[in-house]
């Protein structure tokens, strides 16, 4: 079964940069579309970046779109959240996952998920 795990969240001032890595055990991301989701207390989990199985295609939700750049790197199954600009309201727990389809913005079409790394940004 692959597994996925964050790491790299922490805390860190608004305006400063964090960088978030999800590992995993098998070769999952030259296989299945990939992305970040976040989550705050109370909501929904929501969608942050996604990047495409082959081409490597790049999706960003508005409000993140310019601060935040998504990679991954098949080879040593790693996909990585360059979070750049922080702000108060990106403060969440942070999740990668991956689903069967080429790419998607719609968490339900994920089935695959990491446990969640915190990203706490003070302002």
């Known amino acids: 079964q692959v597994q996925l795990v964050e790491s790299g969240g922490g805390l860190v001032q608004a305006g400063g940069s964090l960088r978030l890595s999800c590992a995993a055990s098998?070769?999952?991301?030259?296989?299945?579309?990939t992305g970040w989701f976040r989550q705050t207390p109370g909501k929904e989990r929501e969608f942050v970046a996604a990047?495409?199985?082959?081409?490597?295609?790049?999706y960003y939700a508005d409000s993140v779109k310019g601060r935040f750049t998504i990679s991954k790197d098949n080879a040593k199954n790693t996909m990585d959240l360059q979070m750049n600009s922080l702000k108060f309201e990106d403060t969440a727990v942070y999740y990668c996952?991956?689903?069967?389809?080429?790419?998607?913005?719609?968490?339900?079409?994920?089935?695959?998920w990491g446990q969640g790394t915190q990203v706490t940004v003070s302002s």
């Open positions: 996952a991956a689903t069967a389809l080429v790419a998607s913005m719609k968490a339900q079409e994920y089935n695959i």
């Open positions: 098998g070769r999952i991301f030259s296989s299945y579309g």
């Open positions: 990047i495409s199985r082959f081409d490597g295609w790049t």
